[in-house]
């Protein structure tokens, strides 16, 4: 069977490291499996990330449609093919980052990014959610303190507000049934990946 299943976390949280380690073990096994990642994933998508990730002066409303605008894209394109087909996608971010970073980090109207989510989407939501949980001063240590980019850039600040919006969908998510796999991303890389396998392996 193919799942979706999505990586999350704030900037440094080691949630690509653990989505490409999953992809590795998957297609040792043999598992039909894609992995990508938001913003990009498709040529519109990667140009959009250059835009958002860049781009000096970007209002938050102008970000939430750019990475709508990205998403809509690489869910029709890539992510509802390659499940129709049977393959396994893995992916670095999805809508949960939007509601994390556009509406708790930057203070879009929650309705609003859900509605804009929904709509980029058409309701396609994940099996499962791996959260990789850090603290933002461990999320930067680990990027090494240098701004690379706007979201780099951004004070600690709005690193935890982004953190507590994740904290929230994981509370509302628990109402829902066990969608959300909640991880210390401070713990080991190895113990990491051997947690989150023991939740996939089900799916497949
Ligand atoms: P990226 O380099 O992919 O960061 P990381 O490797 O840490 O995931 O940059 C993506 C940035 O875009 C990241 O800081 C989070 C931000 N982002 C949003 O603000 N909203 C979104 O919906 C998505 C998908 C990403």
Redesign the pocket.
């Known amino acids: 069977m193919a799942a979706f299943i999505v990586f999350e976390g704030i ?2 949280s080691g ?2 490291t653990q989505a490409r380690a999953l992809y590795r073990r998957l297609v040792s096994r043999e598992i039909l499996a894609l992995l990508t ?3 990009g994933g498709t040529p519109l998508g990667e140009t959009l990330r250059r835009w ?2 860049r781009r000096p002066g970007l209002y938050p409303l102008t ?1 939430l449609y750019l ?1 709508n605008a990205a998403r809509a894209q690489l869910v029709e394109q890539v992510i509802r093919p390659a499940l129709q087909d049977g393959v396994t996608v893995l992916a ?2 999805y809508v949960a ?2 509601v994390a ?2 509406s708790h980090g930057r203070g879009l109207d929650l309705t609003l990014v859900n509605q804009a989510n929904q709509g980029a989407t058409g309701g396609l939501a994940p099996d499962l959610t791996v959260f990789l949980d850090v603290s933002p001063e461990v999320g930067r240590g680990r990027k090494g303190g240098r701004a690379r ?1 706007n ?1 780099d850039a951004a004070p600690v600040e709005f690193y935890r507000k982004v953190r507590q919006g994740y904290l929230e969908q994981v509370e509302q998510a628990k109402e829902r049934g066990p969608d959300w796999l909640v991880l210390d991303g401070s713990l080991p890389r190895a113990q990491l990946a051997e947690e989150i396998w023991a939740k996939v392996q089900p799916l497949l």
């Open positions: 900037d440094g949630k690509s990642h938001e913003p958002v990730k970000e990475f670095d971010r980052s939007t970073y556009q980019d979201f």
